[in-house]
């Protein structure tokens, strides 16, 4: 037997000798998104280097509720002359049906952060750093009232109508949704669904936990078990259907 396991063990010894390759997915490469309110259908946004030789690059648009994104990768839409230089010149192209301009991105942009975010203005035909500042409180009011009613609902199908419980709910709901909410708004703007439905997951189990020990020590209009089965209850709701609205709204 000594035979054997010796000759295994210098054969495991030898592997990392071994000159193989390996292949790794990793997280999107770095990139701007262009932001758009209520786009029309035909809007086509470009990117163009100042490069005479150099191809227009069609950036791919994708719809969320009232808002339009326009990405632009870096590694995908440089050509491999550019790499390693910082500051580019660049120009955005926008064509629609009725009517159509140029503006200046600022080159800055390949070297300002792993992912940008500009916000383009039809009418004023302008471009602007980071996204408008009603945005995010918008969002936040809106994600928060349809967790409300969602739950709210279930909280009283199970026959909870005392004050004092509708006060608990809304106090535990506004601290998880809180950090829920810090989450969503850290998020990028057109990541892949399976990161941002991942995190959301992760944080509504968490929250699942907090909501049943909270309920349970804090609902005693229908006693313990009652508590605890609303919490998870209305979080069930919540995860399957306030996650459906949230894959259709923007983030």
Known sequence: MKKPVRLFLALLLLVPLLP???????????????LVVDPPQELELSVQLSDAGCERVLLHGHRKGWEGYYRFYYSYGLPR?????????????????DGSFQLPLPGELLGARYNNILTLDLKGQSLTSGEPAWRGPLLVSLRVTLTLLIEGMVLYLMGYRQRKSWLIFLLVNLITQGGLNLMLNRADLLSSGVYWMLGYGLMELLIFGIEAIAYALLLRE??????????????????????????????
């Open 81 to 97: 002359e550019w790499e390693g230089k910082p500051s580019p010149d660049l120009t955005l192209q926008v064509s629609w049906p």
């Open 222 to 251: 229908k006693g313990t078990g009652r508590a605890a089965a609303a919490a998870f209850t209305a979080n069930a709701a919540s995860l399957v259907l306030g996650g459906f609205l949230l894959s259709q709204l923007p983030i």
């Open 20 to 34: 193989l390759t390996a292949a790794a997915n990793s997280a999107e490469p770095p990139c701007f998104t262009i």
